[in-house]
């Protein structure tokens, strides 16, 4: 669609319908243009669309199924079409459906049994609901209190995803809906849709079922209201939950997606974040999340139960993999009862521990651990277990962690026999006829044996264990702290940045935190750098407002940048001046004051016309004679003939323009002209007087021609630079920029001062 401009725009198809006297609402659908039109509030259109047979109209193409002889625009196009028009979110449009109570029954009509309720048409109208839910809330929560089997229909339907989540919406377990709308949907906290969505484990073997229902039941943990919140945490609900998981006759998925609700009960964040994101944060801050200690005991019930499912060597099934066979797999409803047991020990419940530690439920996860030495997963949750039980404040559970179990000593034995044994007797057996794999747990026992050490030094039931196992203490010193040293990444020539000093944190630990500098960005903000700090000096533009420099005396390109990256050392002091922590290189805009300032008030004084003693600058045989008064004649009108060329300083580079912020030294001449030209090698260089005592100044040589013109001057000292007869000596020669840019801004004042001057005399 063109943007319309006068005399240039034609009229839109849209429009064009709208012109003629009879035409219907499939032509409209028809045009491309129509939601844009209809987002541009085109208010022929609007008016149109609003009246209740084209609404109606509209609803029956989201609710109803096309015939099958119907053409694909009717199929496919004209729901599309609808649904968008609705969401648009036309006040006119919305508000004509949802003060229709048999609109909004046509609408609904969609959840009755008998009606098709294909992914398509339910996805659309998921998105009208929606729509009404949140610009229309109040009228239609009434609508849906007056009509309460509406929530029975949806959850009938909880297997399609889009009515579940009209259903998460409808029973506030959104984050946003609730929190703005707590009278209008406060009447749902007294049906009993908990229970309704808790059947369905029940009353259904579908996985998508289960999924969803524990998807809603994880939602209502995280953001439901009070009264809801309240119910699924009552240990009533959490029996009602378990004996419908624990019940033989149904399948694996009511046990998976039941232990999904409880681990959102005993940690709501767990399922917002991530696991792994949980993980990194108890490693990092503690190991410990709060919860009910009724949802607690309402858990460990069944506790027992749960932990005979993890026999393995009841099944007899077998998955063959690459590294031999599985007989049987682990599966995924014993790694989320593992998963389950590690939010239960982060909880910290004494209550919790005792259970664990009297069912043995902590030395059987271990054995599996060394039974399955390549499954990933069981692994991560199996390193959380131990690491909270060696943080646990219950002295009693590391006990049995250490003794009961004997983890140190099967630490020792797996690092000895670090490759898969071929033993009938385990369920994880490696293929016949090749060499047998190392085992891919060593990783994670590395860093568990890592925390031992660490937490021996403050626990003394740690440290003594320790302590009183020989080959521990062999095979930490001899073994343990090489590895430490080979894995140390912050050691290798190749690997991290040692500069960086990041030594608090583990190396595969928030890595999102290291990034690369744009080194084209660093260019870019260091070449307006250099570009404000040439023009940003207002008494050079008055004087040199004439001259401008090209664009690449000042552009700093990448190359450049990466020269100056690689020369600093990015780790270094926050007081080093590094280009990353100092923020005060350059002069900008806002500190051009304080650069006039700090000129005016410096130690060292510019050299001023005005001034009724002036000194020359010193010749080679450190003899300076001063005087005012003499008739100076300029060295600009001098013969060529008669001018000897300045000795040269034995570099050919001239001094670029770069304005710097510090004050330069006093003890130091300047042998830079005001324009910021540099005589030193110019071949057209003024040569010395005849007397090499007697040095001339540039001021003194304009004063002694008060006929010549600012202009005239200006003319003359721009397009070449002028040397007045200046014989420098050797040790001045390399003098500072700095100390040649003060001068520049001073001796432009005095120079203009002195012109007004003559002219006036």
């Known amino acids: 669609m063109f943007w319309r401009m006068a005399g240039l725009s034609t009229a839109s198809p849209v429009d064009t319908i709208l012109d003629r006297e009879n035409f219907i609402l499939d032509e409209l659908l028809d045009e491309d243009e129509i939601i844009q039109e209809c987002k541009a509030l085109n208010s022929r259109l609007i008016n149109f669309l609003s009246g209740r047979p084209q609404v109606e109209q509209l609803i029956r193409y989201i609710v109803e199924e096309a015939p099958e002889d119907a053409e694909k625009k009717r199929t496919f196009k004209f729901p599309f079409l609808a649904c968008e028009i609705f969401t648009c979110e036309v006040d006119t449009i919305l508000k004509t459906l949802i003060e229709d109570e048999e609109l909004m029954n046509l609408l609904f009509s969609f959840l009755d049994p008998t009606h098709d309720h294909s992914n398509l048409l339910a996805g659309y109208f998921s998105k009208v609901v929606v729509c009404l839910l949140l610009r229309k809330t109040v009228p239609f929560m009434q609508y849906v209190q007056a009509h309460q089997e509406i929530v029975r229909k949806l959850v009938d339907l909880i297997g399609i995803t889009s009515i579940m989540e009209v259903l998460i919406r409808l029973i506030g377990a959104d984050e946003h809906m609730y929190v703005n709308h707590v009278d209008a949907m406060q009447w749902i906290e007294e049906t009993d849709v908990l229970e309704m969505i808790v059947d369905k484990f029940s009353s259904s073997d579908s996985p998508e079922v289960h999924a969803n229902a524990a998807e809603i039941l994880c939602a209502i943990t995280r953001f439901a209201p009070a009264g809801l919140s309240a119910k699924i945490s009552s240990p009533s609900f959490i029996g009602r939950l378990f004996r419908n998981a624990l019940e033989d006759s149904r399948p694996k998925s009511v046990l998976v997606n039941s232990l999904c609700v409880c681990i959102s009960l005993l940690d709501p964040r767990r399922h917002t974040f991530g696991a792994y994101h949980t993980y990194n944060h108890q490693m990092a801050n503690g190991s410990t999340v709060a919860a009910n200690p009724e949802t607690v005991e309402g858990m460990l019930e069944s506790l027992g139960d749960l932990l005979k499912l993890l026999d393995v060597f009841s099944a007899g099934n077998l998955l063959l993999t690459t590294f031999g066979k599985l007989q049987p797999p682990l599966g995924k409803h014993r790694l989320k009862i593992i998963e389950f047991i590690s939010v239960l020990v982060t ?182 750098a250099f570009r404000y700090g040439i023009y940003n000096n207002e008494d050079i533009e008055e004087v040199h407002g004439s001259l401008e420099r090209d664009d690449e005396d000042v552009y700093f390109d990448d190359e450049s940048a990466e020269v100056v990256i690689s020369s600093l050392r990015l780790g270094d002091d926050h007081d080093s001046g590094s280009l990353f922590t100092n923020s005060n290189w350059f002069a900008f805009e806002e500190d051009k004051d304080q650069i006039a300032n700090e000129r005016s008030t410096g130690v060292l004084a510019s050299p001023s016309p005005n001034a009724k003693e002036e000194g020359a600058i010193a010749s080679a045989d450190d003899d300076v004679v001063t005087g005012e008064d003499e008739d100076l004649v300029d060295t600009a009108t001098s013969s060529p003939e008669a001018e000897p060329k300045l000795e040269q300083t034995g570099t050919d580079k001239l001094v670029e323009w770069v304005e710097w912020r510090e004050s330069s030294d006093a003890s130091e001449p300047s042998d830079a002209l005001p324009n910021g030209e540099s005589g030193k090698n110019d071949p057209n260089a003024a040569k010395p007087s005849a007397s090499p005592s007697v040095a001339l100044t540039k001021d003194e040589q304009i004063a002694a021609e008060p006929s010549v013109s600012l202009n005239e001057s200006l003319t003359a000292e721009t397009p070449e630079p002028t040397h007045t007869g200046i014989q420098i000596p050797s040790s001045s020669l390399s003098t500072t920029l700095d100390s040649a840019v003060d001068e520049v801004g001073d001796s432009d004042k005095g120079t203009t001062e002195i012109k007004k001057e003559a002219e006036n005399e």
Request: hydrophobic content about 35%; overall charge negative; glycine content about 6%.
């Open 347 to 528: 909880v910290g419940s004494e209550v919790a521990e005792k259970k664990l530690i009297d069912l043995g439920a902590v030395q059987r996860i271990i054995d599996l651990f060394f039974e399955y030495p390549y499954n990933n997963f069981l692994h991560h949750h199996v390193e959380n277990i131990i690491m909270s039980c060696l943080e646990s404040k219950n002295s009693f559970l590391v006990a049995h962690l250490l003794h009961d179990c004997d983890f140190v000593g099967k630490i020792i034995q797996a690092e000895k026999h670090f490759t898969l044994e071929a033993d009938a007797n385990k369920p994880t057996i490696p293929s016949e006829g090749k060499s047998p794999p190392r085992i891919g747990s060593i990783g994670h026992l590395t860093r568990i044996s890592n925390k031992l050490g660490q937490l021996g030094n403050n626990n003394s039931v740690i440290q003594e264990h320790l302590q009183g196992n020989t080959e521990w203490t062999d095979w930490y010193a001899d073994v343990l702290s090489k590895r430490n040293t080979v894995e140390n990444v912050y050691q290798w020539a190749c690997g991290r940045p040692t500069a960086l000093h990041d030594r608090n944190r583990d190396s595969d630990d928030d890595d999102y935190q290291d990034r690369d500098y744009d080194v084209a960005a660093l260019a870019n903000n260091l070449s307006q």
